[in-house]
């Protein structure tokens, strides 16, 4: 007889840890732009990064891909790390932000669920910034089970959030 395991509810993932070409380059993409905190640093070679104190939540390393080519998009791999925005208005904020500095989205969406934004860092590896719908509000089949799409987000009315 096979027992079934499920995870428990209340897990999460912790970190993601992510090989760069550089470190700076790096540190200035998540830090500088995207608004994290460096908790940690070890020389030129990795950091940790995080947002409101958490010891990590992001850590970025050189130690197997110093000076290495941009991630290929045709290779087995990370396809993105996500990274959760409390509210629309946030979300509002940092398009805002991408939008002054002209940092080059690679998509946006709304998922039903959740809406997206999508760009790469400089190393190519994906980044999804979103936020979640509250949980009453998520789009369900006929037979109860969970609605999930790719629609045209509606950037124009998620940046009404700010103004």
């Known amino acids: 007889m ?3 395991y499920t995870i428990p509810a209340q897990a999460r993932i912790g970190h993601v840890h992510l090989k760069v070409a550089n470190l700076e380059r790096a540190m200035n ?30 850590g970025i390393n050189t130690w197997h891909s110093k000076n290495g080519p941009r991630a290929a998009t045709n290779v087995v791999g990370l396809f993105h790390t ?5 509210t629309r208005k946030d979300l509002a904020i940092i398009l805002h932000r991408l939008m002054e500095e002209k940092y080059p989205l690679t998509g946006t969406a709304d998922h039903g669920v ?14 999804e910034l979103y936020w979640d719908r509250p949980q009453e509000q998520w ?9 999930m799409y790719t629609r045209p987000l509606d950037t124009d009315g998620l940046l009404q959030e700010i103004s």
């Open 2 to 4: 096979e027992l079934k």
């Open 29 to 58: 993409f998540y830090c500088q732009l995207l608004g994290f905190e460096v908790t940690t640093k070890y020389g030129e070679q990795a950091a940790f990064i995080s947002a409101g104190g958490y010891h990590h939540h992001i």
């Open 82 to 86: 996500a990274i959760l925005y409390p």
């Open 114 to 127: 959740s809406e997206a934004l999508y760009l790469d860092d400089p190393d190519g590896n994906g980044v």
């Open 139 to 147: 789009p369900l089949h006929h037979d109860g089970s969970l609605h």
